[in-house]
């Protein structure tokens, strides 16, 4: 993509709005814009980073047996009554009526939906276990939106829904979430610790929070050093196999959220327990029967009874994910982003548009990521160097390829690592392997 073509508005000043770094990194960098109080459109540069997170998620949740789906943002109010939550939920829920005055809302999540339609299908033991997910946007109507994407209106959430026979079924189901979340926010360059949680409006008696460490964070947490030293992905995993084992593991050590944390009880001494401040990415629940016992999701157990499944929900704050990203990852120029999510894998800067030797050695340069299949933005345009260099360090990519006169009449270019800043010359060939990966 050439730069000179993209949309890309990036700003210059700090937005007056923003309180934290990723909010006024996201609208520094183009990304986002706000359409009203918690609710934004994607620019070209967010959406691309919103669809390699997705993606990632997909691929974990597709790994752990998870199957996709797509309910509607749109949800009748009667499956909400027939829970018992549609009063519940309170001023979060936006209840809007259609034309011929039926209550509908605009879903905040999707529990009743997918029980609904668990329930008009799966009649037997033999069909289970069931794990299905979406990745959808929602809507909670927050008390105080705020930190940009971080606490929105409307937001993008995975959520998925596991259905068992029975509690121990259902504890597997759980450990796979469980394990696919650690992997998850994994190859994203995160470490998100999972601590015992409150469950909240959604309910239920075992739950996690999988949260990540920075200073901005919502909730103060508090949590065993040693998980700094845990790596998620070491291994491959056997989702058909024993997760427990791997689980106790990471259950073992001593974290909670500031609500769970008793300074009297809590088992961690001195230097080696870690207070921190959170933010949630991830939020899992297991809620027995809370749900399909009043909406009736009954199967035929092997004894040929009818019995009630078990049900845990699993969400992940897609979108929040883009600004919690930024908040564990960036500098005093800009954004960093983790290789895996970036929205180009390389910025190539032409330090002299118009330069007749320095075009042509960016137009081959160009031409061979393409050819390689590595994702670039071409800076093209006739702008100054110093405003070039100041764009591509705030928009984060992992590599720059810097193509100046100098360089270009003795058919070298410089790279240079945005992580760590290392720079270094190297002909066109070592530049192409260097950030092909
Ligand atoms: N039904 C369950 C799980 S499927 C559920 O709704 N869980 S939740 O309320 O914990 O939300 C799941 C995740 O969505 C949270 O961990 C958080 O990362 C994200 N999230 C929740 N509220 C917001 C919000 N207002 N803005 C952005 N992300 C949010």
Redesign the pocket.
């Known amino acids: 993509m050439r730069l000179s073509q993209y949309f890309l508005p990036t700003l210059k000043e700090t937005p007056a709005e923003a309180q934290i770094v990723s909010h006024r990194l996201m609208l520094r960098a183009g990304m986002i814009r706000q359409s009203s109080a918690g609710i934004y459109s994607w620019l070209p540069l967010g959406f691309r980073v919103l669809k390699r997170i997705e993606q990632i998620v997909r691929e974990e949740e597709d790994a752990a047996g998870c199957q996709e789906v797509l309910m509607p943002t749109i949800q009748p109010a009667e499956l909400w009554r027939a829970s018992g939550r549609y009063d519940d939920y309170g001023a979060e829920m936006l209840r809007i009526k259609d034309r011929h005055d039926r209550d509908m809302l605009y879903g905040p999540?999707n529990?009743e939906q997918i029980t609904e339609i668990f329930k008009a299908y799966i009649r037997s033991y033999k069909h289970l276990p069931k794990l299905l997910y979406h990745i959808q946007w929602k809507f909670?109507d927050?008390v105080r939106p705020r930190f940009g994407?971080?606490?929105?209106?409307e937001?993008l959430?995975k959520?998925?829904y596991s259905f068992d026979l029975d509690y121990a079924g259902a504890e597997r189901s759980y450990r796979k979430f469980f394990v696919a979340y650690l992997r998850t926010f994994a190859r994203m360059g995160l470490k998100a610790i999972p601590m015992q949680a409150d469950s909240?409006p959604?309910g239920g008696d075992m739950s996690h929070?999988f949260q990540i460490l920075a200073e901005t964070g919502e909730s103060k947490v508090f949590c065993d050093k040693a998980f700094l030293n845990f790596d998620p992905l070491q291994s491959d995993i056997d989702y058909d196999g024993n997760l427990k084992p791997l689980v106790d593991r990471w259950t073992g050590l001593y974290a909670a959220a500031d609500e769970k944390h008793d300074p009297a009880k809590c088992p961690v001494k001195g230097d080696q327990l870690l207070e921190a401040r959170g933010i949630?990415?991830?939020?899992i629940?297991y809620f027995g029967t809370k749900y399909s016992a009043p909406l009736g999701a009954n199967v035929d157990g092997p004894d040929g009874k009818s019995t009630t499944v078990h049900m845990g929900?699993?969400?992940?704050?897609v979108?929040?994910l883009t600004g919690a990203i930024i908040e564990a990852s960036h500098d005093d120029a800009g954004i960093i982003w983790p290789e895996s999510v970036a929205p180009f894998r390389v910025g190539l800067i032409n330090l002299k548009t118009g330069d007749a030797k320095t075009d042509a050695l960016c137009a081959d340069v160009y031409a061979k990521l393409r050819q390689k299949k590595v994702e670039v933005l071409y800076d093209d345009r006739d702008e100054r160097a110093g405003a070039k260099f100041a764009d591509m360090d705030l928009i984060g990519l992992p590599w720059q390829v810097i193509v100046g006169p100098r360089g270009a009449a003795v058919e070298k270019v410089e790279v240079k690592n945005r992580r760590t800043g290392e720079r270094a010359e190297m002909s066109v060939d070592q530049a192409l392997t260097k950030v092909a990966g």
């Open positions: 999540t529990e909670r927050e994407v971080m606490r929105g209106r937001f959430m959520d998925a909240g959604i929070e949630e990415v991830g939020h629940f929900s699993y969400g992940i704050g979108s929040r």
